[in-house]
């Protein structure tokens, strides 16, 4: 089946530092990926839409020179995030769409920023 | 864009019992309506979807049902069991983004 590999599954950093999370497609390509957020006990917020070769859509009160998201390839869309601090601290998913097939998830990045 | 709420917010119910959880959308052009199994730290789980070109789906103890008119779509989880435990998502899609309800915290008591 179709799989999206996540890296890394945790994270902790000192707050001013940024972060990279990878998303890969490992057996499909994924034209368009999207990244959520989640905070405990709440649902996936929609951060961003990301389509290969094109810059990244993003929600709004997102701040995108923040979050900056990078979908260079067919396999593989990359969000960082820039100067990070406490109130960043979240879980961060993202799902690439399949199109008929539906939607398949990464693992998720648990960042804790201290 | 599309909104989606659910309710309740938290279910709890005995073992053997049935469990509904209800979600409603904004947007008509949604077609794709998911339901998702999450548990704590993980990726969220596809247990049944349905598209807006079918009014049921049903697998096993699982079923969902979709009311286009009045943009509403419920899972039904029938002789609930502990591992059914989870918090649950419903979500919408109009072929792009797929945007998700708030959650519902399941509890099923032995």
């Known amino acids: 089946g179709a799989v999206v590999s996540q890296h890394p599954s945790w994270v902790i950093c000192k707050s001013g530092t940024s972060v990279k999370i990878e998303c890969r497609s490992l057996d499909f390509q994924a034209t368009t990926m999207f990244w959520y957020r989640q905070f405990p006990k709440q649902s996936l917020m929609l951060m961003a839409t990301s389509n290969e070769g094109s810059k990244a859509t993003y929600e709004q009160g997102v701040e995108k020179d923040k979050f900056l998201i990078n979908h260079a390839s067919l396999t593989l869309s990359t969000l960082t995030v820039t100067s990070a601090h406490p109130e960043d601290s979240s879980f961060y998913i993202c799902s690439a769409s399949r199109g008929h097939y539906g939607y398949t998830f990464g693992s998720g990045t648990r960042l804790t920023v201290v | ?110």
């Open chain 2, 1 to 110: 864009g599309e909104n989606v709420e659910q309710h309740p917010s938290t279910l709890s119910v005995q073992e053997g019992d049935s469990a509904v959880i209800k979600c409603t959308y904004s947007d008509s052009a949604s077609n794709y309506f998911p339901w998702y199994k999450q548990e704590l730290g993980k990726r969220p789980q596809l247990i049944i979807d349905i598209r807006s070109n079918v009014g049921e789906k049903k697998d096993q103890r699982i079923a969902v049902t979709l009311n286009k008119t009045a943009k509403h779509f419920s899972l039904h989880i029938t002789e609930t069991q502990p591992e059914d435990s989870a918090v649950y998502f419903c979500a919408a899609s109009k072929g792009d983004k797929l945007i998700f309800g708030t959650g519902t915290r399941l509890q099923v008591f032995p």
